[in-house]
């Protein structure tokens, strides 16, 4: 199953089958009380009320993560201008150091840069691997740091250097101390909002696929059942198994 639709659309099809069978009035007639009409139907508006509840999650999280992203937007300018505040307002070298060092972090820099011949190299042995699997690639060590976890980690040390560097005091309010802790709350804030929301939809997908495609009697497996019973009813080459064999489910992709 590619995309969401792919729930939507078998969701359709398992109210085609509900409606097909219904048609048959008395003649269909299962052994299995969770065949029954009154069962399918009942199936068919707990999966539709689920499948609601995933897309609200999913706008609920695309809000939270939209919001965090401008929370953390002007995250490298502003540590530009607090680096740029510190060294005019004569921090001691120690305090200053350990402030590049994490402000490099921020802006997601080497401490040392990688060469163009270093470039290249890597390059190169990344195409020649398939000709030599023992060919030992360059590594370097990551430098993704910009992550929001480790964003929010990076300004947090900077902030702390700042806590116990008494020369810096600037004029400019948003780049005060107390300005710089109250958007680390709200950097805080914004990643426990993002992680709730992630979790939740996580639960509600996990709902989804149980119950329409993992569970006993799911969804899926439940129209199956269906189809081999009308197939048992009416026959192989009944036109009531024609009916029903062209309605074609899809499965969950592992």
């Given amino acids: 199953m590619k995309n969401k639709s792919g729930h939507v659309i078998n969701v359709v099809k398992f109210d085609e089958l509900i409606g097909i069978c219904k048609s048959y009035e008395t003649l269909y007639n299962p052994s299995q009380t969770n065949h029954g009409i009154a069962a399918l139907e009942l199936q068919s508006s707990k999966v539709k009320s689920i ?9 609920a999280f695309a809000k939270d993560t939209n919001d965090r992203e401008l929370q953390f937007a002007d995250l490298k300018k502003l540590s530009t201008r607090v680096m740029m505040a510190a060294k005019s307002s004569g921090v001691t070298s120690v305090h200053f150091n350990d402030l590049v060092n994490v402000n490099r972090k921020i802006q997601g820099r080497r401490a040392v840069a990688i060469t163009a011949e270093e470039k290249a190299t890597m390059k190169s042995q990344t195409l020649n691997k398939s000709a030599d699997p023992n060919l030992p690639l360059l590594k370097k ?11 929010f980690s990076n300004f947090s040390k900077l902030v702390e250097v700042l806590k116990v560097t008494p ?6 309010a948003d780049l005060k101390v107390v300005a710089l802790t109250a958007k680390l709350d709200l950097m805080r804030l914004s990643n426990q909002i993002v992680s709730d929301s992630t979790i939740n939809l996580s639960k509600s997908k996990f709902d989804r696929n149980e119950t329409m495609y993992l569970q006993k009697n799911n969804l899926v497996d439940t129209a199956l059942a269906v189809k081999n019973y009308t197939k048992s ?11 029903l064999s062209g309605i074609r489910f899809t499965k969950l992709r592992k």
């Avoid at 990551?142 to 480790?150: E, F, M, N």
């Avoid at 020369?167 to 400019?172: D, G, K, L, S």
């Avoid at 009813?233 to 009916?243: C, L, M, T």
């Fill in 141 to 151: 060590n990551s430098v993704s740091q910009l992550s929001y976890d480790r964003l």
């Fill in 167 to 172: 020369e810096y005091n600037p004029n400019e």
């Fill in 51 to 59: 499948l609601a509840d995933v897309s609200l999650k999913e706008i």
């Fill in 233 to 243: 009813v009416f026959g192989a080459r009944s036109v009531q198994n024609k009916q």
